[in-house]
Structures are given as C-alpha cells and as structure tokens.
C-alpha cells in the first residue's frame, strides 16, 4: 500500500510478534515501517511477509558491508522480498556499492538503495577512535559523494547534513534521517538529533522514528501529533 508519507517507523524489537502488535497499531497509508538486524535475524523473511502482508512499504535496515559480490547478493535477495528501501555502508567502497546498484539495474528490481554515511550514535570522538583523522561533517559529505557517485539512490544521514547534503547532491538524492525527535520526546542514545519538521525544513528527505511512537501509550496519536508538526 504506496504512501507519500516521509515518516518511517522503527520496529525496533525482538520478536515477530511484539513487532506486528505494534504494526497493527499502525496505519500504512500514513507511514512506512522499518525492520532492522535484530528482528530480522529472530525472524526472517517472514517478518517482511506479515508486514507486507498488512499493507506496508519497508525499509530493510540490514546495512550490508562485505565484498561487492556478497553485497550485491544479499541486496538482490532484499529487493526480491518486496522492500521498499534497503541499505549498505558506504565505508565499504566505491565498488561495493557499484556492483549493488548494477545487481538492482540488471534484475530491473525497483528497490530503493541507499548507503550509511556516518552512524547518529557517533560523536567526533568516536569516530577519531576509529582511525578517522578528518572531521565528522567532512566524512558523511565524503561518503555521501562516494554513494552517489555510485549509482546509489540516497544516503542515511544525520538530519543536521541535510542542508549540506541537499545543497551538493541535490534535493532529489534521498536523504534518510534517523535521530529524530519530536517536541515531547526524549533524546535517548541518539546524539546528532533534530525535530522532525526542522529536519524536513534542512533537506531530510525521510524520517526514521522509533521510541517517540513506538513507546507511546496510543502510537497513533503519537503518529498524528508528529504529522502536526510537519504540516
């Protein structure tokens, strides 16, 4: 069931069944959903089968980071499973996600394909620890070059580069942005946060939203609350 909607809810839980619970509370004509590692690997294709199933676009969060061929296997079997959006790390490489891209083309799979640039749960700090000298904002506009350059259809990224983003790889290069925090909510572990109608204002092209709807007693009300503020 196709939406508009930029608003994508994180099924952030352990079991198949506490995700389709709050699935259920959900409503797919005005969000997506997304599935990440460890549903998927507790539940499997069937997570996105049920899901599918109860009329619903979604994001695959497994972000693949292997040898091109491997990644461009495993996008292939996503984009075979119906997914709206999957993605990779862009730290893998310029061939990496060149051999995803050409895999989707090939198979005239029309998933979505985009890459991380740099984690919202990083701070400078952090990524120095990793062996990045330069700064953070220089590494996500690096990466993101890289992944579009790449045949890639956007990039998840902090929603305080999507000014930057947009500026330099276009309004249409998607830009995927987790971190977001409506007005009433807190900040839990993310650290580069934004509220949702600032981000889509920078350049955010979508919103990963998790705790703020998914912890709420009435998620929808939650949901439309957040759909006010964009507005």
């Not at 971190?179 to 580069?192: K, M, S, T, V, Y």
Request: proline share 4%; aromatic share 4%; hydrophobic share 45%.
């Amino acid at each position: 069931m196709a939406t508009d909607s930029p608003l994508i809810i994180a099924l952030d839980y352990p079991s198949l069944d506490q995700a389709l619970c709050m699935a259920d509370q959900l409503d797919p004509t005005r969000c997506r959903v997304k599935v990440g590692k460890e549903l998927f690997t507790r539940s499997g294709p069937a997570v996105l089968e049920a899901l599918h199933g109860r009329g619903f676009e979604v994001f695959l969060d497994l972000k693949f980071h292997d040898i091109p061929n491997t990644v461009a296997g495993a996008v292939e079997a996503a984009a075979e499973q119906g997914v709206w959006m999957v993605n990779v790390h862009a730290a893998g490489g310029g061939e990496m996600m060149r051999a995803a891209a050409r895999r989707l083309q090939e198979k005239k799979l029309a998933t979505h394909l985009i890459a991380v640039t740099v984690l919202t749960s990083m701070t400078q700090d952090v990524l120095a620890g990793t062996g990045v000298a330069g700064a953070l904002d220089e590494q996500v506009m690096r990466l993101a070059a890289l992944t579009r350059q790449s045949g890639l259809d956007g990039v998840v990224c902090s929603a305080r580069e999507a000014a930057a983003l947009k500026s330099s790889l276009g309004e249409a290069f998607l830009k995927v942005t987790p971190g977001i925090r409506p007005h009433f909510a807190a900040l839990n572990d993310q650290e580069r946060v934004m509220t949702p109608a600032k981000a889509l204002k920078e350049g955010s092209t979508h919103l990963v939203i998790g705790r703020p709807v998914t912890q709420a007693s009435d998620p929808m009300a939650a949901l439309s609350a957040i759909e006010a503020e964009i507005a």
